[in-house]
């Protein structure tokens, strides 16, 4: 895989999303990678609603086995999400699991009039028929299972991509 320039997709990611954006438009993010990503994408759009955070801890379905995450973070929805233009945001859009969580865990907080996806990196390997309405890039190969693609941020808040090694399935 080539490397992936992640600030230039970010940039490229906003330019996507800004057609679109009114001011009923809101911005929810996904721990850990999808929130750096949105709070970005909140400022650079200029976002008029607040901006919301989900972890999905508690709704996955791998809970039973995988158990508690090991820092569940707060989910925050700081707006009214009845009616409301919703687009998640998640750093790379793998199985399409993470989205189905957050889409659950959204509709506790009430009926959105629209919920769309946005993502940084769209990696393949769907397991759900999930698809995002914005994506900066598509691997045109999958990446073999075991490896992640995980979102990086330092200090200075600048953005990396990097390839690690997925930690082994429990049994």
Not at 61 to 82: C, M, N, W
Not at 157 to 169: D, I, R, V
Request: net charge negative; aromatic share 6%.
């Amino acid at each position: 895989m080539k490397e992936l320039d992640a600030e230039a997709l970010c940039r490229q990611l906003a330019e996507q999303i800004r057609p679109h954006v009114t001011p009923a438009t809101a911005l929810v993010g996904i721990y850990t990678g999808g929130l750096w990503l949105a709070e970005r994408l909140h400022a650079e759009l200029g976002i008029a609603q607040p901006l919301g955070a989900i972890d999905v801890s508690f709704y996955r379905d791998d809970y039973g086995s995988k158990g508690l995450h090991a820092r569940p973070q707060r989910t925050e929805i700081p707006f009214d999400v009845g009616g409301a233009h919703v687009i998640l945001v998640d750093d790379v859009l793998y199985t399409g699991r993470t989205t189905r969580a957050a889409l659950n865990e959204l509709f506790d907080f009430g009926r959105p009039g629209a919920v769309e996806l946005a993502v940084l990196v769209d990696r393949g390997g769907r397991e759900l028929p999930i698809a995002a309405r914005y994506c900066a890039q598509s691997l045109t190969e999958s990446l073999p299972r075991a490896q992640n693609l995980e979102l990086q941020r330092d200090e200075d808040g600048h953005f990396t991509l990097k390839l690690t090694q997925a930690e082994p399935a429990a049994r």
